[in-house]
């Protein structure tokens, strides 16, 4: 008995033996699971990281085209501007030649305003000298320039004057008429109504260019 008792103690033993290293085997099976878990999350996360990666570097090659687009974009507008500020500077040059030329004119018109009113100072009190200077500027413009000509009518049909509805006579209100369209006046009265014309023209167009239409003398009616 001693002899089988001692076997079943072996026996024993060597069964407590194989199940200590069953367990440290799946201990160690476990371990290694783990592990490999452990390499496929690393791994898992390496690949995001590298997707992550290639997306970040695919976005930047793509905003790098955008900035290009735009920078040719902005060269573009650059070039345009110049060529707005060159048709404006062209303007503003041809602005002050116009400019230049007003002003040359309003110098002129200022110089014919005072040669107007230093005229009329001239006659105020003098109506001879005016009668006097008319009949030379008749002689004189008569035959060349077609302007304010007087002369006497040849033929005397009507013998009113349109301005004043009186008849004519033979000192300061005789028969007169433009040569331009023979309406007649009383000559007072046509002195009296140029004298008014330039008169108006003064005071009217201090800053503008005198201008009287002597051949819209129309007779008042
Ligand atoms: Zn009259
Ligand atoms: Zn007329």
Redesign the pocket.
Known sequence: MSNSGSYDQIKEKIVKEIDAIIEKKEALVRSKQERISEKEEKIEIFEKGVKSGKNARKNLDLQIVEFSRQEADFDLQIGNLHAQIKIIENEKRGLQAVKLEREQELQKTDKMNLETVLILEKYKNDKALLQKDLEELITINDASIKALTIKKPEDEDDNTCPICLEGYNKTDHFRS??S????QFGMSCLEKFLMHAVRLATETSKKGVIYIDF?????IK
């Open positions: 008429c433009i331009l369209c023979f309406h051949t819209d003398l129309s007779p």
